[in-house]
């Protein structure tokens, strides 16, 4: 299993649990889905009716966002002139760590983020903006936006603002 770190916050923001899908060598779309809890759940990504267990709602359910909810996401705002400070900032932070970790990295990195974040800035109010769980201001903002279909949540990181983590898991 891979978890998905922020480089420079250092939260944890989604695992290969969740659907990805690689967008042009610089983000990956996760897909998320709305899913009924009760205190005390865990949602570890898995479909209990699909697994044969039970999907009860009790009076202490609540809808969330599996991906928010797991990872323990924060939602905040921008309005375009905000975010367009935060992304100067973001990026060249992303820069100066791809210089010293994956110089090679550098000029594709730029390329590729320049139309992205034209395509984001294009959509602005599509999307909702996410922090992870230190609430570090330099950390990675990541975008939720809907499918085409106007229900199916995704988030889109940033990909070379992530670091993969292997987790080991132990089934005894």
């Known amino acids: 299993m891979l978890l998905y770190r922020d480089i420079l916050a250092g939260d944890e923001l989604f695992s290969d649990a969740y659907p990805i899908t690689p967008v042009d060598d610089i983000a990956y779309e996760v897909d998320c889905a709305m899913v009924t809890i009760a205190d005390g759940e865990v949602d570890i990504g898995a479909n209990p009716s699909a697994e044969g267990g039970e999907e009860a709602a ?3 359910a609540q809808t969330v966002n599996n991906v928010i909810y797991s990872f ?3 939602e905040t705002s ?3 002139k905000s975010y367009m400070t935060y992304i100067k900032g973001y990026m060249k ?4 760590k791809l ?3 994956n110089p090679e990295r550098v000029p594709v990195f730029e390329a590729k983020a320049t139309t992205l974040i034209k395509k984001i800035l294009g959509s602005f ?3 909702e903006f996410y922090v992870g ?3 570090d201001p330099d950390g990675m903002v990541a975008l939720l936006n809907y499918r085409e279909d106007g229900v199916t949540p995704y988030f889109t990181f940033f990909k ?9 898991v132990n089934y005894e």
């Open 58 to 60: 009790e009076s202490t």
């Open 72 to 74: 323990r996401l924060s």
């Open 78 to 80: 921008f309005d375009k």
């Open 93 to 96: 932070s992303v820069k100066a």
């Open 160 to 168: 070379d603002g992530l670091k993969e983590e292997k987790l080991h």
């Open 133 to 135: 769980e230190s609430m």
């Open 125 to 127: 109010k599509d999307y």
């Open 99 to 101: 210089a010293e970790t």
